[in-house]
């Protein structure tokens, strides 16, 4: 991610001229990327905080700060009307959302235009699809970019989950519907694991998302993750940027990424990184993202 700075950057620079103070939603190294990216523009941060993040280091380096809540993500991070507020107080002009937390709430992105903020980002219409994984899924299989066999959509019960379990066989990963980062991700090696990893799954992806969706893939045993960044204007150019390798990973963390990877060779290479291009442009998304696939025994799956 040493390229994130400067794609954060571009993204500012391309912002309509008026921003002088941005909210950053979020905290961590993200929000620190953000400040830097801004202050090299010229811009004053705001940033969030909960009550026992007052003294960190992203904090520190914003221009003013503001208190949103309690420790729980969901008192703070994920307090909207916190944020929006904290947002009017500071006279911020726009808002960004880093990634997790709010950043793929199409809700966060509409209230923010609706309060007359600028949102950095995707649109709340194409946040609703790529940022929820089932539509997202379902949009990438519209666009003929393969798929992990699995469920159709959210599964709600546990019959739902025996069915798709003995569909696609053993073992499978349960996946949260919403948010990243490896939360809300159970897998069952059997069925008599479902129930259990069906619940646990929902649950985190509740705490950590405010949504406790949940969806059933086939669990591939050896893959290797790959992700392809991309870039695209609202005039419909879209560019990839190569892809990185995350397939070292704790617990669905990822622990270190490689830039090229080192499993595939250049035409591999050119044929995902023009199929997501292409991909991207079809379904109007517009900023910077991040297209994630499994890649095992020669063939792409895509995930998220």
Not at 13 to 30: H, T
Not at 110 to 134: A, E, F, N
Not at 177 to 204: F, H, I, P, T, Y
Request: aromatic residues 4%; contains cysteine; glycine residues 10%.
């Amino acid at each position: 991610m040493s390229d994130l700075k400067h794609l954060l950057a571009s993204d500012l620079r391309d912002a309509p001229k008026q921003i002088r103070k941005i909210l950053i939603a979020n905290r961590g190294e993200v929000s620190l990327r953000v400040t830097r990216a801004a202050h090299d523009l010229g811009m004053k941060t705001v940033a969030i905080h909960s009550t026992v993040d007052s003294d960190s280091m992203h904090v520190r380096m914003a221009d003013e700060a503001v208190c949103v809540g309690g420790p729980a993500g969901a008192d703070s991070y994920l307090n909207i009307p916190s944020i929006l507020s904290a947002a009017q107080i500071t006279g911020a002009d726009a808002i960004h959302p880093g990634y997790g937390f709010l950043s793929e709430n199409s809700n966060f992105a509409d209230l923010c235009q609706q309060h007359g903020l600028i949102w950095i980002g995707p649109s709340p219409q194409t946040i609703d699809t790529m940022g929820d994984k089932v539509r997202a899924k379902q949009a990438a299989i519209a666009a003929g970019i393969p798929c992990v066999p699995g469920s159709s959509g959210a599964v709600k019960t546990v019959q739902e989950g025996l069915k798709v379990g003995q569909e696609v066989g053993y073992p499978v990963l349960v996946k949260a519907a919403s948010g990243g980062g490896g939360r809300g991700m159970k897998v069952a090696q059997d069925e008599s694991e479902l129930e259990s990893a069906l619940a646990m799954a929902a649950s985190e992806a509740k705490a950590a998302f405010g949504d406790d969706s949940v969806y059933i893939e086939k669990y591939l045993t050896k893959p290797r993750h790959i992700e392809i960044q991309v870039a695209a204007d609202e005039h419909g150019n879209v560019i990839h940027l190569g892809e990185r390798d995350c397939s070292l990973q704790r617990r669905h963390q990822k622990v270190l990424e490689e830039c090229p990877s080192p499993a595939l060779d250049s035409d591999q290479r050119q044929e995902i990184g023009n199929l997501t291009a292409k991909a991207v442009g079809n379904l109007g998304y517009t900023s910077v993202g991040t297209v994630e696939y499994l890649y095992e025994n020669g063939e792409f799956y895509f995930i998220e």
